[in-house]
């Protein structure tokens, strides 16, 4: 009895410092996660030889692989001599420290003279704030964005060719909210018919992802990635095909953004958790499920 009581006692006190643990986590993480999104618009100003230049950064991929972006410099009231011009950025976005370096590629409309920069800085955890290093010409020194409307047309040829983004997309900090709210949460993550393969559209939504769970803020959690699919077929085929899509998930992130398969636990559940019972053919049932295993409310 005696024994039976420590042990007892000992279990208690684990899973109070679990729940402890949780609790902190989810207070850390909605105090951290108002948007989080890196991708879009950043405005502001950056200084090179020409002086205050007015900028308007748009950043359409951001993993720690492949990075790009378009910049769109234009005079600033404080500096209205200065030309438009704009040209294509490529780099890498680290999100554990949430560095993003980028570097000029391709010219679009170039004035006179001008040369292309390297920006390298750190987004605030908010998601708000973009500011660091310029280099490349002489007498470049810092930059400064924030989300805000851009106050400058782009010409045609600054216009970017931006991926195309699913209208239900959830951002980087919406993500982290939900799962310490819930432990879990149900991605929109499309794919081709009766296939395991990540339609183009569907992977802004899983690079969103990618900059949390790689943040960090969650960089020790374990994470559960679980298939489902809705009723249409047999129990086999979408048991098979829900472990597949699990599967396809964990290998874009580990392909996008180096992530370390062993944090990952994938599962695959068929048709047996259907989100919409009464509606079992809706597609609203074919989800990937994102959950903290070391969660105890999960």
Known sequence: MAISSKLLALGVAVLAASLSTAHALAQEMR????????????????????GLTGLTLTIAEATPTSARAMFHF???????????????????????????????HDWLLRPSGYMFVSFEGMIDAEGRNFQGLVSGPPRCTTFKLSRQPSPATPQEKCVFDTPTIQG?????????????DDGRIDLNILFDFSKATIRPDSRSQLDELGRILMS??????????????????????????????????????????????????????????????DSPQDEANRRVEIMLLNNPSG
Request: hydrophobic share 35%; charged share 25%.
């Open 74 to 104: 234009y005079a600033d009231p404080r500096n209205p001599q200065v030309p438009t011009g704009c040209f294509t950025m490529e780099g890498n976005y680290d999100p554990v420290s949430s560095r993003l370096q980028l570097s000029g």
């Open 168 to 180: 239900d997309q959830i951002s980087a900090g919406k993500i982290a909210q939900v799962l310490a």
């Open 216 to 277: 960090p803020l969650m960089a020790e959690q374990r994470i559960g990635i679980f298939g489902h699919t809705d009723a249409v077929g047999s129990v086999e085929a979408n048991q098979q095909l829900s472990e597949e899509r699990a599967a396809a998930v964990l290998d874009y992130l580990v392909d996008r953004f180096n992530a370390p398969d062993e944090r990952f636990e994938i599962r695959g559940f068929g048709k047996d958790r259907l989100k919409k019972p």
């Open 31 to 50: 105090a951290d996660s108002t948007d989080g999104s890196v991708m879009g618009e950043w405005v502001g100003t950056y200084t090179c030889a020409q």
